[in-house]
């Protein structure tokens, strides 16, 4: 069984950081492609980052282009994202997800996390 836990989720104040952290567990195959997503309690679920099974290329949703960075490191099997100068429309819960490179649409996803929340306050 393929699970996926996020972690790095908190309170913070506007103008700062966070990273959270995407684990994979029970895959014995390659992983690939590590998306994330974010949910605001009435929205839809929106596009966030996206990395390429080798970590070589990365997309990013023109909200975030220039404040997250996406990484991943294959021996951990964990995806990490950088999230600097956080705004309070940042605020969200943030998933960890399995899918296709750059798809931006969460109808693709294969697998995804449970959500770990982040709040931005003014």
């Known amino acids: 069984q393929v699970q996926l836990v996020e972690s790095g989720g908190g309170l913070v104040q506007a103008g700062g950081s966070l990273r959270l952290s995407c684990a994979v567990s029970?895959?014995?195959?390659?992983?690939?492609?590590m998306d994330w997503f974010r949910q605001v309690p009435g929205k839809e679920r929106e596009f966030v980052a996206s990395?390429?099974?080798?970590?070589?290329?990365?997309y990013y949703a023109d909200s975030v282009k220039g404040r997250f960075t996406l990484s991943r490191d294959n021996a951990k099997n964990t995806a990490y994202l950088q999230m600097n100068s956080l705004k309070p429309e940042d605020t969200a819960v943030y998933y960890c997800?399995?899918?296709?490179?750059?798809?931006?649409?969460?109808?693709?996803?294969?697998?995804w996390g449970q959500g770990t929340l982040v709040i931005v306050s003014t």
């Open positions: 997800a399995l899918g296709p490179y750059g798809i931006t649409n969460p109808n693709y996803v294969e697998r």
């Open positions: 029970g895959r014995t195959i390659s992983i690939p492609a």
């Open positions: 990395i390429s099974r080798s970590g070589g290329d990365t």
